[in-house]
């Protein structure tokens, strides 16, 4: 059936084809390989064509669901253009198909491997703003950040991202109070997902940037997600950091002063 469907008019019936991608991502492990990768194909050419907004959709969902199981031997060719294509369909996604595409961006960028670095200076502003422009949706600005994850863990990722991440990071948490609503939380949610398996370097270069103004939040703010946020953050420091993080302060003694005031806050 959903064969079929493929030499249907994609324009005379868009509510099918939408359909057929949704159940070919919903059925994939009962469907044969060829079929879905014939529809992986056919996905990855609706988002970058001319056709309506249903089939858009549904080959969004075909892709967030059959790329995580694609045979990466068939991908090199597609993958960067899919990412092309799913930038450009960030920038014109209204609120009810945010989620969708950033779901589809993630599962692209995770299949992109070592191709996700050259197009990482396009994703990652774009992806920021979003979740900056969101931060008060909980639901959009995790999907922001889940995907900023995958960047940070695609090869060749983590230096430049941190390095687009920290000054603005910096600035928001040494300047918590005068923030917008959910900013400052939001802010040291990201951080913490920076930290999180970062290499030593990393950890330094966060806490050089950060630590300080983590531990003032922790101190004097009275916001409860700004305390939770800045607590697990502080976690995330020490478990990098490991014992190197008690010289990293300069002044002997005085990180491990800091994390003590913060422990008994």
Request: include cysteine; hydrophobic fraction near 45%; aromatic fraction near 4%.
């Amino acid at each position: 059936m959903v064969t079929d469907i493929v030499g249907t008019g994609v324009h005379q019936y868009p509510f099918l084809h939408a359909r057929a991608f949704s159940v070919v991502a919903k059925f994939s492990s009962l469907i044969s390989k060829g079929i879905c990768e014939q529809y992986l194909c056919n996905a990855a050419h609706a988002i970058a064509s001319d056709v309506p907004p249903p089939v858009k959709v549904g080959a969004c969902r075909a892709l967030a669901e059959l790329l995580p199981e694609s045979n990466q031997s068939s991908m090199p060719n597609n993958i960067m253009g899919i990412l092309s294509s799913l930038v450009d369909l960030l920038r014109q996604a209204s609120d009810e198909t945010l989620h969708l595409v950033l779901e589809t961006l993630q599962s692209a960028i995770k299949s992109g491997g070592e191709q996700s670095t050259s197009i990482e200076p396009v994703i990652s502003p774009i992806i920021l703003d979003v979740w900056a422009q969101h931060i008060a949706d909980p639901f959009i600005s995790i999907d922001a950040v889940e995907v900023l994850e995958a960047i940070k863990n695609a090869p060749g990722c983590l230096e430049p991202l941190v390095s687009r991440i920290l000054p603005t990071i910096g600035t928001i948490l040494s300047k918590s109070k005068i923030q917008p609503d959910g900013l400052v939380a939001g802010s040291l949610d990201l951080l913490t997902m920076i930290l999180k398996n970062a290499p030593a370097a990393v950890v330094k270069a966060v806490f050089d940037t950060c630590f300080t103004s983590t531990i003032q939040i922790v101190l004097e703010s009275d916001d409860h997600g700004e305390m939770q946020n800045a607590t697990e953050c502080l976690a995330a420091f020490i478990s990098g950091g490991r014992q190197e993080l008690l010289v990293w302060g300069g002044e002997q003694g005085s990180t491990l002063k800091m994390l003590l005031s913060a422990a008994s806050s």
